[in-house]
């Protein structure tokens, strides 16, 4: 709200390019700061520095070239909205029109127009491999065996082009940030974030402000997905506020804005070829996956990256050729979205497993059974796979929807299929992402938890104070998690992304909360003479198995214990703390993708579908979704069950879904009318949700995440769904009732 920051408050509008790629050669705000009420107009000249995650490619506002349609090339700061978007259309700038990359297969060739002629000055991760003099950002080689060998053992062997489209996070909440810089150099951002770190370190590099002048304020996130992890506009409401120290400065994406202004999930061409013996047995995989990264990288190349290494999904295959790439393309920017790629790949992949599954006459699910990924194999990259059991969640979802039972439509022209797809997803990151926690005690021993990481609706910060009061001995009903997560006070955490927050934040946690428990117990043991190891602590209070006493921890865990005769006292304040990071991530080889341990772990999980089709429509019902994911341990099976339906319609609504772009590269879709999104009319009829408890060794009793999985299969599902009742496959997303309707009428006319 407005009131909280007083009569002091700026707000910001963006000038926006109407071009996908052009130079910048004049910029005129004369006109703009004339007007009453505009106080700053700020322009790329301003700010000399790139910002980025793995690959520092953006600027803050373009300076010498716009790259896409929407990319702010000016901020206008004024006392008041409307004056900043009536000064915003007054800023004029001359452009000179480029030639534009739209396709990221052509955007890869050599004679493609280049698109950042820096490449290679721009700093980069060293596990990411930009090829300067192209627009490729990222090339991860994946290299196992001998492929062009296997293929003569081959019985069946499918080969296909598949293809998907940019989509959108459509967070209820659109993006809103709000900065102040004030004269004493000390700086403050608000705003919804899954990255609240992560921005105060990407802004303190890019605008040169020291960390700890800089502070990030994350209240809970109206909707994120992806959407709001990383940086997008929020670095623009920070830079603005600096040309106006001591107002704060707003700046909020209208809906429109908020499809290209902010970050899309990437569009993906996966040229992909798989074969197997007459016995089902994959032998052979080479793949090339061509991910439209936008105009900048993001997490793109990281997504790339991630692709690469999982490329074969949850399959078993000997010989293995994958090339992922990241190009660079002249639309908005690519990056992370709920699934991080593996939804993108998993569309081609598990299509092509059902038409090998038909070539050799063996039911789908069986193939899928015979083939996929078991604790304890050697996986594409050299690593061991930890404890999963697939087999187990393929079956429950096979059972869930009478697998291999024939129903009949509900009317004469509807046809009906079933369809299955399976999945994994490993947590992408940086070798070295950590996570911090505190926990602390107030006078009535209730529980104060302090984290760094986010609420994004999928009750993290339930779960996390589950596993303190677990670890602690004390009710879940007397621990609060502190919000909100504000970079001053709150302990480090990396991002809220991959999910990894059950597992890794939970690692911290339950490290803080044993730690306070040790504390607690070695004062009590001093108090009574005993040892530590006799002591128990239970709802809050501390017991001796020895000599059967017990204490309150009310009032002991500030004050602590008197000594005999109260000739002193003994404890004080308790305060718990732990950190948690995964050290034993490795690198891998830059030529072929082999490496020790390429990941933390994988989660796993099955998804199938019914639906119906209408034949005069095109329209599709789906009538159940079955999910099923091996989740290590369940800490809260209800929230469990929230992911996976929440999940499923997610991934369903993918399916139907699509950014639209003219031969200029202006959306045509940027609005909740023309983009479709899956409503409440379209949820299934019947949603199964289940899960496999198989424990990891690293997770906090065991537990891995399942935020983003449910999404990965849903569409591939979907598509072999559709393939069971109408015969047709369906190679390119999305899946519209027009595209469907006519794929039908031209094959019942070729009939």
């Known amino acids: 709200d407005d009131l909280q920051f007083g009569p002091g408050l700026y707000y910001g509008r963006l000038v926006r390019s109407p071009h996908a790629h052009a130079l910048i050669r004049s910029i005129d705000a004369s006109k703009a700061l004339a007007l009453p009420g505009v106080k700053a107009v700020v322009t790329g000249q301003d700010f000399p520095n790139n910002i980025g995650l793995y690959l520092i490619d953006r600027p803050i506002f373009a300076r010498d070239r716009a790259r896409y349609v929407g990319e702010p090339v000016a901020g206008v700061v004024a006392s008041s909205e409307e004056t900043a978007q009536e000064a915003a259309q007054l800023v004029e700038v001359e452009y000179e029109v480029l030639t ?38 990222e090339h991860f080689k994946l290299r196992r065996g001998d492929v062009e060998t296997a293929w003569s053992r081959c019985a069946a062997i499918v080969e296909q082009r598949f293809r998907l489209p940019q989509i959108q996070h459509v967070p209820i909440e659109p993006h809103v940030a709000v900065g102040l810089w004030e004269a004493s150099g000390q700086v403050t951002l608000w705003t919804g974030s899954q990255s609240p770190f992560a921005q105060r370190d990407l802004m303190a590099q890019s605008l040169d402000i020291p960390h700890g002048n800089l502070r990030v304020v994350s209240p809970y996130v109206g909707g994120g997905f992806g959407g709001k992890a990383g940086i997008s506009m929020e670095v623009c409401a920070v830079a603005m506020a600096r040309a106006v120290k001591g107002h704060p400065v707003k700046l909020r994406m209208t809906r429109e804005e908020e499809f290209i202004g902010t970050t899309v999930r990437q569009s993906l061409v996966a040229d992909t070829k798989i074969g197997c013996d007459a016995e089902g047995n994959l ?86 059974r015979r083939n996929c990924v078991k604790g304890g194999d050697t996986i594409l990259t050299g690593m061991e796979m930890p404890p999963i059991d697939l087999v187990a969640c393929i079956d429950k979802v096979t059972e869930a929807i009478d697998w291999g039972r024939v129903q009949a439509p509900s009317a004469p022209h509807k046809k009906r299929g079933k369809g299955l797809a399976i999945m994994w997803k490993a947590p992408a990151m940086p070798p070295n992402p950590g996570s911090a926690a505190i926990v602390r005690f107030n006078e009535d021993a209730t529980v104060n938890v302090s984290i760094g990481a986010q609420d994004l609706g999928q009750g993290a910060f339930t779960v996390l104070a589950q596993m303190a009061a677990e670890a602690l001995g004390v009710p879940f009903e007397w621990v609060r998690v502190s919000v909100p997560v504000d970079t001053k006070y709150s302990p480090y955490e990396w991002q809220t992304v991959a999910s990894r927050i059950t597992w890794s934040t939970g690692n911290a946690v339950r490290a803080a909360a044993l730690d306070a428990r040790r504390q607690i117990l070695e004062v009590v043991a001093e108090h009574w003479g005993e040892s530590p190891e006799d002591l128990d602590i239970k709802d809050g209070l501390v017991i001796s198995y020895r000599s059967e006493e017990e204490l309150s921890l009310k009032g002991m865990v500030i004050y602590g214990l008197p000594n005999e005769n109260f000739e002193g006292w003994k ?21 072929t993708g082999q490496g020790t341990r390429a990941v933390v772990h994988y989660t796993v999980g099955a998804q199938a579908i019914e639906l119906e089709v209408d034949t005069e429509t095109g329209e599709v019902e789906v009538l159940a979704i079955a999910s099923s994911y091996d989740v290590g341990k369940a800490i809260n099976p209800d929230l469990i069950m ?51 408890e198989t424990p990891l060794d690293d997770g906090p009793w065991g537990a891995r995440g399942v935020g983003e999985h449910v999404m990965v299969p849903t569409a591939p599902a979907m598509a072999n769904a559709l393939y069971d009742a109408l015969g047709i496959r369906f190679h390119d997303l999305p899946l519209s009732a027009e595209k469907i309707y006519l794929a039908f009428e031209e094959a019942e006319r070729g009939r």
């Open 100 to 137: 534009a990359v739209f396709d990221p297969v052509e955007g890869a060739q050599p004679e493609a127009p280049l698109l950042h002629p820096e490449l290679g000055d721009y700093e980069v991760a060293n596990f990411i491999f930009p090829q300067p003099g192209t627009n490729v950002s």
């Open 283 to 368: 032998l052979a995989m080479e793949t090339s996956y061509y991910f439209g990264g936008g105009a900048y990288t993001d997490y793109g190349v990281n997504i790339a990256r991630a692709a690469g290494y999982s490329c074969t999904g949850p399959y078993r295959i000997p010989n293995v050729k994958g090339d992922s790439y990241c190009v660079y393309t002249n639309q908005p920017i690519g990056s992370a979205m709920r699934g991080f790629g593996m939804p993108e790949i998993h569309w081609g992949i598990e299509q092509i497993m059902d038409q090998l599954a038909e070539q050799i006459g063996m039911d789908r699910a069986e193939f899928r």
């Open 571 to 591: 404890g004080g304040p308790i305060v718990g703390e732990g950190r948690f990071m995964p050290t034993y991530v490795t690198n891998l080889d830059a030529e």
């Open 642 to 692: 929230t992911q996976i339906e929440g999940g499923a319609v997610h991934g369903m609504s993918s399916a139907y879904e699509g950014l639209k772009f003219d031969e200029e590269g202006r959306p045509l879709n940027p609005n909740l009318v023309d983009y479709r999104i899956a409503t409440a009319m379209d949820i299934p009829r019947e949603i199964h949700g289940s899960f496999v």
